[in-house]
């Protein structure tokens, strides 16, 4: 921006006889030759050769049937007809979607924790941080096997508290619908951290003057949070959301160290990467993996592609 | 952050993150396994070579290193370097599946039942028998169940390393507690449920009589299908042997405990493991493989008592699963790799093993240290056991129906789908799967 202010005001006040002078700063303007791309190579080339290869890679396999040691054979649209033909893919579907919705309610929750973190003369600010942080950066391996001790029907303090009130605790883990609901809790616990530190991060761009103004025009605590904290963090809360969804139709790890193996409760609980896995590393079907590989990375761009959409409705960019 | 910048960067971590699950494979075409000279005859001492030796179990690395040492002191030349991948999460074998994809296969490899006949039958493997035709390995060293576990299409592919069979431990103090009667080697699966049933009446809610881990069938329903007379797959591994009646009484078995109160419910099993139960002191009779001797013991001490399996209505057979030492095909150094799998196989490697008392050495003789490693627990059952003991099942896709195994087997112990009902389905399913092989 500062730059073609520049060039404009040069341009103004250059008259006939100041040409020569002013070449320096139009080559100042020019592109810096092979440097930038020096510089971005790198990145360039780690994208290129770990994201853009394999997906082309996969989205061939996915016409092919594979061999366990290599070799594909070209088989058509065969694995995306058994696909569609799959009843465990739409059940898998549903479960990620319930999972992902489950996580996103972390959004107002860490909206409203980080405004209550962030409040002026708030104590400790950074040790609450770090704490909210810690679940986001442990592996889910290691928290999985944690919640799984905390879910247990027979031994989990869950349902040792429940009992306190009389409740007899489900079987959390190996209970159709219960297990999806434990695994999401633990999903959204994961995130907090993460949409925390976003929407922190929001929160203390916004000027401190605008709630000056409202605290002026006499606007009570609670009108300045929605009139002014929540609109303003919009930005913020699109770019979670994003991300959350993304993150949300990967499940996989939480799901196969909390659930384990022949679990009952697996079919109304698996995610779209949990069939992924199975067919690709146990049974040997790597050509079927890779067409639900595909449908995973059609669903999340289209979803990505209708946030971007509807975000025109609702985030204001200041 | 204004507009602009912004969404770049929320779309280019949408298109990173979103990328993640994608699948690279990595192709070449398989060809055939150079086929060897049948006639051989042990390599000059001075033979000079590197070759990798891949293993997935840490604990037993001090042995294989040990090992290693003796074969050098027969050729000091050869360099053995052991590649250690663990196990947990499938690691060890995807790692293997995929170097054997980039025919980088490690020179010889720890094999597992599962895994055989697919690297076999795709080629990435070195037959071995011109080490039997030489007379450097016989056959009847080890158990006759393992020697068929890794000869596939009547050529033998790896030496057998060691073994295991399925006993029943029981806890002494709790069985006596409920005046229930200590497990005898003439035990009938009706013995077992009376007492069980007695341990579960007299503990009453949440401690149970007996239980079997059921997130897998090796220690639990592969045993019983062959004791009520039938067997998980036909011995030319075509055909699924899930429908026969035998089998079928061998899976109702575990649905029928489960009924009584004598064993945990399904949901129970799955979120805290039979082992689990039993080193916890609430269960008091558990079936389960000879490598959870040590654990159980250290847990009980002298309470602990182990027994061959009841017998069901045609035997107390068990099922018995060993590793094996294979070669790759496409080992760059065939004569030191056949050389080491020559030495593996025989007895020092065996009892250098039983002394470090992990696992149950393959070689026949070089167990008895093995079996009286725990003082007062005399584990020759699981040798006994050995000897009539039924192969672990196997085809050339192991895997995929062992996922049907899970997908299908836990409603019907749960008791929510009948298990004939649910035995048939998954024959039917499983024998689709094998006719692809």
Known sequence: MSASTAETSTVGTAGPGTAKASRPRRRGLRPDGPWPWIFVLPTVLGVAVFYLWPILKTFYLSFTTVGVFGGSTFTGLANYLTMFSDPQIPQSILNTAIYTVIVMLGIPIAVGLASLIERPGMRFRGLYRTLYFIPYVTMPAAVGIVWRLIFNGDFGPINWFLSLFGIAGPYWLATPGFALVAVSIVGLWMSLGFNLIIISAGLREIPADLYEAAQVDGASRFRQFRSITVPLLTPSIFFVSIITVVNGFQLFDLLYVMLGKSNLAMPQTQSLVYIFYNEAFLQNNQGYASAIGILILVIIAALTAVQFRLQRKWVNYV | ??????????????????????????????????????????????????????????????????????????????????????????????????????????????????????????????????????????????????????????????????????????????????????????????????????????????????????????????????????????????????????????????????????????????????????????????????????????????????????????????????????????????????????????????????????????FNGSQTVWANSIEGLDLQLFLDEAKVASPYPISKNTSAWNQMESDILPAAFAGQTPVATAAKKLAEQMNAELAKD
């Open chain 2, 1 to 362: 952050m204004d507009r602009r910048s912004f969404l770049s960067l929320a779309a280019l971590s949408g298109v990173g993150l979103g990328l993640g699950a994608t699948l690279v494979g990595c192709s070449s075409d398989s060809s055939g396994s150079g086929s060897q000279a049948s006639a051989y005859t042990p390599p000059a001492k001075s033979l000079k070579a590197t070759i990798s030796y891949a293993i997935w179990d840490v604990n037993q690395q001090p042995a294989m290193e040990k090992i290693i040492k003796g074969f050098n002191k027969i050729y000091p030349n050869v360099t053995v370097n052991i590649q250690l991948t663990p196990s947990a999460g499938g690691a060890y074998w995807t790692k293997m599946k995929t170097l054997a994809s980039g025919k980088n296969l490690p020179d010889v490899l720890w094999m597992n039942g599962p895994n055989i006949q697919l690297f076999a039958l795709n080629n990435q493997l070195m037959p071995i028998d011109s080490l039997v035709s030489a007379g450097q390995i016989k056959k009847s060293n080890y158990p006759s169940a393992l020697v068929n576990l890794y000869t596939v299409d009547g050529r033998l592919y790896g030496t057998p390393k060691d073994f295991d069979t399925v006993g029943l431990y029981y806890n002494k103090d709790m069985l006596g507690q409920a005046g229930a009667a200590v497990p005898t080697s003439s035990w009938t699966w009706d013995d077992l449920k009376t007492n069980g049933k007695k341990v579960s009446d007299h503990f009453g809610k949440g401690v149970f009589g007996f239980a079997g881990d059921l997130t897998g069938g090796q220690t639990s329903w592969y045993n019983t299908m062959l004791q009520g007379g039938g067997y998980i797959i036909s011995s030319n591994h075509k055909k699924s042997g899930y429908d026969l009646p035998g089998s079928i009484k061998g899976l109702q078995f575990w649905a029928d405990i489960i009924a009584a109160g004598i064993s945990p419910s399904m949901q129970q099993l799955t979120t805290t493991l039979a082992n689990d139960w039993f080193t916890s002191g609430k269960l008091a009779m558990v079936m389960d493989g000879d490598w959870e001797t040590a654990p159980y013991h250290q847990a009980f001490g002298d309470k602990l008592g182990v027994v061959q399996l009841p017998k069901g209505p045609k035997s107390n057979q068990s099922v018995i699963h060993g590793l094996g030492n294979v070669i790759s095909a496409t080992t760059k150094e065939p004569e030191a790799a056949l050389a080491f799998v020559s030495y593996l196989g025989g007895k020092p490697p065996a009892l250098l093993q039983a002394d470090a008392g992990v696992v149950i050495p393959a």
